[in-house]
C-alpha cells in the first residue's frame, strides 16, 4: 500500500492551497480517508476524515468552515482544500486510509500512511 500526499507549500496567511494524496495497492473505495498534520515540536493531530463513499465527513474545530475534505473514487484521491489559512496551520500534513469506512479522528484506527507534505503559513 503507497499513501502519495503532495501539493504542500509555502503559502502567505489568508492564502490557499490544495492537497491531493493518491493512493495504491489498496482497494480505495473501501477505506475511509483522513488527513493529520504535525507541527514542529508538538504531536500529531487529527485534521479531517471523509467515509467510503463520501457521504460522511468530520473536521476538527479548528479547520472548520476553512477546510473541505474531499475524495474521488475513480482517481483513489483524496483531497484537503484548505483556504483562510493560518500561521497555526503550519505543518507537515499526512493522509491515512481507515479499512473501516468510516470517519474516526483517533490516529489507531487508521491502518495506512503516506508520508507527509509540508505546508508553512507565513504571517
Known amino acids: 500500500v503507497q499513501l502519495q500526499a503532495y501539493g504542500g507549500g509555502l503559502v502567505q496567511a489568508g492564502g490557499f492551497l490544495r492537497l491531493s494524496c493518491a493512493a495504491s495497492?489498496?482497494?480505495?473505495?473501501?477505506?475511509?480517508m483522513g488527513w493529520f498534520r504535525q507541527a514542529p515540536g508538538k504531536e500529531r493531530e487529527f485534521v479531517a476524515t471523509?467515509?467510503?463513499?463520501?457521504?460522511?465527513?468530520y473536521y476538527t474545530n479548528s479547520v472548520k468552515g476553512r477546510f473541505t475534505i474531499s475524495r474521488d473514487n475513480a482517481k483513489n484521491t483524496v483531497y484537503l482544500q484548505m483556504a483562510s489559512l493560518k500561521s497555526e496551520d503550519t505543518a507537515v500534513y499526512y493522509c491515512?486510509?481507515?479499512?473501516?469506512?468510516?470517519?474516526?479522528?483517533?490516529?489507531?484506527?487508521?491502518?495506512?500512511w503516506g508520508q507527509g507534505t509540508l505546508v508553512t503559513v507565513s504571517s
Open positions: 471523509v467515509s467510503w463513499s463520501g457521504a460522511s465527513t
Open positions: 495497492g489498496l482497494t480505495f473505495s473501501r477505506y475511509a
Open positions: 491515512a486510509a481507515d479499512r473501516s469506512g468510516l470517519v474516526h479522528s483517533a490516529t489507531r484506527e487508521y491502518d495506512y
